[in-house]
T-cell receptor
Framework: DAKTTQPNSMESNEEEPVHLPCNHSTISGTDYIHWYRQLPSQGPEYVIHGLTSNVNNRMASLAIAEDRKSSTLILHRATLRDAAVYYC?????????FGTGTSLTVIP | NAGVTQTPKFRILKIGQSMTLQCTQD?????MYWYRQDPGMGLKLIYYSVGAGITDKGEVPNGYNVSRSTTEDFPLRLELAAPSQTSVYFCASNVAGGSETQYFGPGTRLLVL
């Protein structure tokens, strides 16, 4: 099974950038890395995904290490609405492997 | 589109009772999934389906059954409820392929007493 390692929790000040790290040293060369977030009492929602190169969308940026053993989700300006649990998820075949995620606290 | 819908939102079961959690998606997605989430934990895959008539086990399938007779519906069956099945259950779907986004339903909270 592909496993991930993320910090249990992180804090950020509002309107500052946040870098959320993830180690996924066991993934294969064809496994996409997905990031989802989960707000309290809701289902997870998609943030971003990538395979080898860095990716940007309106929500965030994803920086993937050249050896693909780690990645970093970047929120450019944290807002209070970004407070959530962020999951780094390798997709292996037809399955997504959720770990315990990083709980992000945004301080006003 | 309604997306992924789940019913019921909340249910209390007695030990040994059975029930079916309903999941429907209106996005014509081939792939559908059932996860459970215990307090403070990430999601664990129970079963998934890559199309009508095709299902496969995930990480934690014991105590559950599924069927997929249509593209839209993917019900999850608990035959003999146990306290260990107290959890929040999420259904999800996506088109196909490793790059595709997964869409989640709002969840069903199940309490087994």
């Amino acid at each position: 099974d592909a496993k991930t390692t993320q910090p249990n929790s992180m804090e950020s000040n509002e309107e500052e950038p946040v870098h959320l790290p993830c180690n996924h040293s066991t993934i294969s060369g064809t496994d996409y890395i997905h990031w989802y977030r989960q707000l309290p009492s809701q289902g997870p929602e998609y943030v971003i995904h990538g395979l080898t190169s860095n990716v940007n969308n309106r929500m965030a940026s994803l920086a993937i290490a050249e050896d693909r053993k780690s990645s970093t989700l970047i929120l450019h300006r944290a807002t209070l609405r970004d407070a959530a649990v962020y999951y780094c998820i390798p997709r292996v075949g037809n399955q997504f492997y959720f770990g315990t995620g990083t709980s992000l606290t945004v301080i006003p | 589109n309604a997306g992924v819908t789940q019913t019921p939102k909340f249910r209390i079961l007695k030990i040994g009772q059975s029930m079916t959690l309903q999941c429907t998606q209106d996005m014509n997605h081939n792939y559908m999934y059932w996860y459970r989430q215990d307090p403070g934990m990430g999601l664990k895959l129970i079963y998934y389906s890559v199309g009508a008539g095709i299902t496969d086990k995930g990480e934690v399938p014991n105590g559950y059954n599924v069927s997929r007779s249509t593209t839209e519906d993917f019900p999850l069956r608990l035959e003999l409820a146990a306290p260990s099945q107290t959890s929040v259950y999420f259904c999800a779907s996506n088109v196909a392929g490793g790059s595709e986004t997964q869409y989640f339903g709002p969840g069903t909270r199940l309490l087994v007493l």
